[in-house]
């Protein structure tokens, strides 16, 4: 049986591997193609040209990074290198809750520190040649100061809290996790931009101007207040522009980018915002929240129930059965099922979006969407032609020629 799960384990993870070489693979040969004629006005010949070579360079990075990835599992796995870290954990501490703490720390620090020249070639090579990186060696390292303190805190946190209630209640702990984390995933959507957000950013309230008049006419026809409005320094980390929203109810708020300021015309400016509330008045957030209950609920059930078997950690090469070892199995053992139901959330995804920009579009911004658009796509090097099969596993968003003519038509 142990010899069986194993072989699924591994089966699954080459699977993966071979399904996201072969998309990336069909999103290449698919770059090349000629434009339609929509698209044509977007690069001239030799900004196409750049961002062709970008698309190129971090295509071949991905394939490096993935496989490095990839290998490294699987040599954990065929060497019993996780039977190896819960023997050494083991022999420092025996506790049902420290023990599995220790285990994913230093499965996690150990990928972290791996990762670690990846980001820099990303960051300080990659960005840094296209124009893209205004991070600073500085402020690289204190980003990653700041994100081991939120992981040590809020990840370390909640997983002794789950851990815990496992030690109490085994039969029922498939109830009490999925209730926590609810309760925290509310949390961190309505509190994300208060608590989360300025220990990276600084987000100011809209300042007095021409932006702020034009929108203040949108919010009047919209009843969408103003106070909710923040723009966040992002030219601090990268020259590429965006925006969003995010939280819920009386805590949610549309946050823009200072670096749209100097991409984009007012008008553009204010059609990106009439997206962005179209969000919040197709109440996106709280579909998803809610979409997010069955879903993780299943998942627990599930998790639950492998968190009693014996064999998983025998399959991964351990003598005796424990928490972490059949948590690490049971995430790979998922990951088909999370495959296809993050590719679901990404289609309710993407039909979000066209919603979004049909409520902009019905406010009489559709034009000036359109162009917006268009200068995000060109400021950031986008890629104009993905593979359909591509985006519809990845794609949060339709492309923008698929927006764009959604967007004329309504
Ligand atoms: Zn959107």
């Known amino acids: 049986m142990a010899q069986l799960l194993f072989t699924i384990i591994i089966v699954i993870l080459i699977a993966d591997f071979m399904l996201e070489r072969y998309l990336a693979f069909l999103n290449i040969k698919q770059s090349g193609k000629e434009l339609p004629l929509l698209l044509r006005d977007i690069y001239d010949t030799e900004k196409y040209a750049k961002q062709q070579e970008y698309f190129r360079t971090n295509s071949r990075f991905g394939m490096l990074t993935s496989s490095f990835s990839f290998v490294i599992i699987l040599l954990m796995l065929i060497f019993n290198g996780f039977a190896w870290v819960d023997g050494l954990v083991q022999q420092q501490v025996q506790s049902p809750i420290w023990t599995p703490v220790l285990f994913f720390g230093i499965l996690y620090f150990a990928n972290d520190i791996l990762s670690i020249p990846f980001d ?13 990186n205004k991070v600073t060696p500085k402020l690289f390292v204190l980003d990653k100061l700041k994100g081991y303190a939120m992981t040590l805190i809020l990840g370390g946190g909640i ?10 209640t085994p039969t029922y702990f498939w109830l009490w996790a999925w209730l926590v984390v609810t309760g925290f995933s509310l949390f961190m959507t309505m509190f994300y931009s208060q608590i989360i957000v300025p220990l990276f950013n600084k987000q100011t309230p809209l300042g007095e101007g021409e932006l702020r008049t034009e929108i203040e006419k949108f919010a009047l026809k919209s009843d ?9 320094d992002g030219s601090k980390r990268s020259t590429k522009a965006n925006a969003y929203f995010s939280g819920l109810g009386s805590k949610k708020r549309i946050v823009l980018y200072d670096t749209l300021m100097d991409k984009m015309t007012v008008e553009e400016i204010v059609a990106v915002l009439a997206h962005e509330v179209g969000h919040y008045k197709h109440k996106h957030t709280l579909i998803n929240f809610l979409i997010s209950l069955p879903y993780t609920l299943v998942l627990f059930f599930a998790f639950g129930f492998i968190l009693q078997s014996d064999v998983l950690a025998q399959a991964l090469g351990a003598n005796e059965a424990s928490f972490h070892l059949n948590a690490l199995a049971f995430s790979i053992l998922y990951s088909p099922i999370s495959l296809v139901l993050d590719t679901a959330m990404h289609v309710l995804s993407r039909k979000f979006e066209y919603q979004a920009d049909a409520f902009a579009a019905k406010y009489g911004y559709g034009s000036q969407l359109e162009s917006g ?5 060109a400021t950031s090097l986008g890629n104009l032609m993905p593979h359909p099969l591509y985006v519809f596993f990845h794609y949060s968003h339709p492309t923008l020629f698929q927006r764009i003519t959604a967007i004329s038509n309504s």
């Open 120 to 132: 820099l070639y990303d960051t300080f090579v990659i960005e840094q040649k296209f124009g893209f």
């Open 159 to 168: 997983l002794v809290l789950i851990i815990w209630i496992y030690t109490l």
């Open 224 to 232: 969408f207040k103003l106070d909710n409005i923040f723009v966040i």
């Open 373 to 377: 658009l268009k200068k995000l796509t």
